[in-house]
């Protein structure tokens, strides 16, 4: 499978990347706004992999030419920014193309931080609405600590959510998903349940704050 | 301690009450709307402790009588009758009482369960509203699966997040959690953060429903 990232050169862009090139056979593109930071990311990314014994290749483009390129499209992006890049490479996405959404609306305050959706009820949702019709989008990889994931020393040992309205992408989603060690996929239903699963991103950031030996917080069910 | 368990007669109620009787010497007052039910419910739960060989006494009360006699109320009624509940029993809270709140408001569509809370932001919230000035009111047992709570067979190996305002009453609060045994106590901060605590009920009955090998589904944070 090709997957591209865009905002690959953020911390969650950064671990999924690494994490695919390092445990599966996937080609990994990077996007970015600008195509030469998509470069130098790539770079570190290989330095990276190339320390831990794994040689791979990983390209670096425009967000729109990797996503042209790729059969599933990751919005490694911050939420206010998710809306503007769906339409920027909207042209590039059909029907064949999977899109996967991690973005998470949150707002802080002197307690904590709190869940903050869109007025689309998501982000999941958002990306849903603003995505070209017939393109099918999975909400997944929400509630991981950017920096266990991008550690490749550390096992991640947690679960993840997808949530989504079409059984094939999902299962799409579900072996990339699968396919990153110790990472465990649950299914939490579809695109209106998103909320229930963003929102547990500010409480793992709560609890790492409010529990002194508790860091890069995940989750697990059971 | 002695601990009332207002709506007591229910199902978090009713496993709190077994799991406190059972793992702790806390003496556990359970209180309801009518007496009858109250003490109808206390025979049920001495003959599941004789089962399984702990003879307790549990005694039975009207939700104002059982408050009055506590250390620690514990609203275990549905969110609709938080409200009600903490009026009808605050001539007999003061400021050495701890007022516990476990309900979450949710509603349910063909999807799934969504979180809605009330006005006030989170039920833990309303009843810290509604609560008498000075009486201080923590958030506790919310993600709790009742039926699993309720099975002393089982063994619970989950976590439960406490927030609140004040330290004291926190700490109180976290005593009796860490009593029942497999429950692991994490702190998720001020009254301002239940929402994101509250909203893990209906994801947790969300991913009971998704995902067929899992049940009564709890969680943990590491």
């Known amino acids: 499978m090709r997957i591209a990232i865009l905002g690959g050169t953020g911390d969650i862009g950064q671990g999924l990347a690494l994490r695919w090139a390092y445990d599966t056979d996937h ?38 030419m990797a996503a042209d390129r790729a059969d599933v499209v990751v919005l490694a992006v911050p939420p206010y ?5 769906v339409e920027s490479v909207a042209g590039k996405l059909d029907e064949g193309t999977v899109l996967v959404t991690p973005a998470v609306g949150m707002n802080g305050d002197d307690d904590g931080l709190h869940y903050h959706p ?17 393109v099918p ?16 020393d550390l096992e991640l040992e947690v679960d993840t959510l ?5 059984e094939d992408p999902k299962e799409t989603v ?8 110790g990472l465990r996929v649950l299914d939490a ?6 909320a229930e699963v963003e929102s547990v991103t500010p409480l793992l950031i709560n609890i790492a704050r409010y529990n002194g030996d508790l860091h ?3 989750i697990e069910f059971h």
């Open 81 to 85: 920014h998710v809306g503007d890049t």
């Open 189 to 194: 239903g579809p695109l209106a349940n998103a």
């Open 27 to 64: 080609e990994v593109l990077i996007g970015s706004r600008d195509p030469e930071r998509a470069r130098t990311a790539t770079e570190e990314y290989e330095t990276e992999l190339d320390s831990h014994g794994v040689e791979r290749k990983i390209n670096g483009f425009a967000n729109e």
């Open 162 to 166: 997808l949530v989504g309205d079409d």
């Open 216 to 218: 890069d917080v995940g």
């Open 118 to 134: 869109p007025k689309a009820g998501s982000v999941t949702e958002l990306v849903a609405d603003r995505a070209p019709d017939g």
């Open 174 to 181: 579900r072996l990339l998903a699968d396919g990153i060690e």
């Open 137 to 152: 989008v999975v909400g997944a990889f929400h509630n991981l600590a950017a920096d266990r994931l991008a550690n490749l």
